[in-house]
């Protein structure tokens, strides 16, 4: 059965090799163990020097076919076009620079980007046995992520989806206004509660803590709004929510609420599901998509 590796830039470097959609072994950076690092703060030379080291070690254990990239950002033709949770990485010939870092190492192959939200929408698909299906997938961590699978041209930025009018809703990570991001970013609820952590904001919502209840409302009005537009212009369907931060959203809450946002008859049908293990689905997705691009 052909391999390929499937690579992740996600708080941490990860690699893992991936044979009929199942992740076999994998490479993390730092190692765990090892002093925490904020990929934000490692050159862009160290970034492309750790992932294709640890490509080469995973082939040393047989061929591989080809190798795909999540990346976050707006990644298109090998190129990362804008990244604003890991800014070093704009503008990198993502594909052409990594493809030819691993042939002077011996390994001659394909080497594709993508989006890394659109690499977990990917996995899904793969292992969900779904491939021919629309898969969309919010993944909610310090950036709001958006992935689709089948990939389609066009941009998909959705976590940058104007969700309010209010002018002095500004913490997005791009600096835009009324943004998704900047209500349900991790680093945008750091900023709006400069007094309480994302958790903690969660758990006062618990005991009924009074602002803590408005954000939790305006948090899940804010998915709801984001996904009410998509359905309205790519069509009901399957919503999947990946992340650290998915452990904050309640389901039932985020159903009514986009009933009361989409009512068009042929609209109707959409639902959500949270899933574990984006990392590993993400490695899957970006393997399988560079396989089938
Ligand atoms: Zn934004």
Redesign the pocket.
């Known amino acids: 059965m052909p391999r390929s590796i499937g690579v992740l830039a996600s708080r941490y470097l990860w690699a893992g090799v991936v044979e009929n959609a199942r992740l076999g072994a994998v490479r993390i950076f730092p190692e765990p163990g090892e002093p925490h690092l904020d990929l934000k703060a490692l050159p862009i030379d160290e970034i492309l020097a750790v992932i294709s080291r640890q490509i080469v070690e995973l082939a040393a254990d047989g061929p591989i076919e080809s190798v795909g990239a999540g990346l976050p950002g707006i990644v298109r033709c090998g190129v990362v076009e804008e990244s604003?949770n890991l800014g070093q990485i704009k503008g990198l010939h993502v594909a052409d620079e990594l493809r030819a870092r691993l042939k002077s190492d011996g390994i001659d192959v394909p080497v594709m980007a993508l989006n890394d939200a659109d690499a977990i929408a990917a996995g899904i698909a793969a292992t969900h046995d779904t491939l021919d299906r629309t898969v969309r997938v919010w993944y909610l961590g310090d950036g709001i992520g958006f992935g689709r699978h089948p990939h389609t041209g066009g941009v998909w930025?959705a976590?940058?989806a104007v969700v309010t009018l209010d002018p002095r809703e500004r913490f997005?990570?791009?600096?835009?206004v009324g943004?998704?991001?900047?209500i349900m970013g991790h680093r945008a609820m750091r900023l709006r509660f400069l007094d309480m952590e994302p958790e903690e904001i969660f758990v006062a919502a618990r005991h009924g803590d009074a602002r803590a209840l408005e954000f939790r409302d305006l948090w899940h009005r804010a998915l709801a709004a984001a996904t009410s537009t998509c359905v309205h212009l790519d069509g009901p369907g399957r919503f999947y929510i990946a992340g650290p931060n998915a452990e904050f959203v309640d389901l039932n809450v985020l159903d009514d609420l986009l009933h009361e946002m989409v009512t068009m008859t042929p609209l109707q049908g959409s639902y959500f599901e949270i899933v574990q293990t984006s990392h590993d689905l993400a490695l899957i997705g970006a393997a399988v998509a560079s396989r089938l691009r």
């Open positions: 604003p930025e976590g940058h997005c990570g791009c600096g835009g943004h998704l991001e900047g």
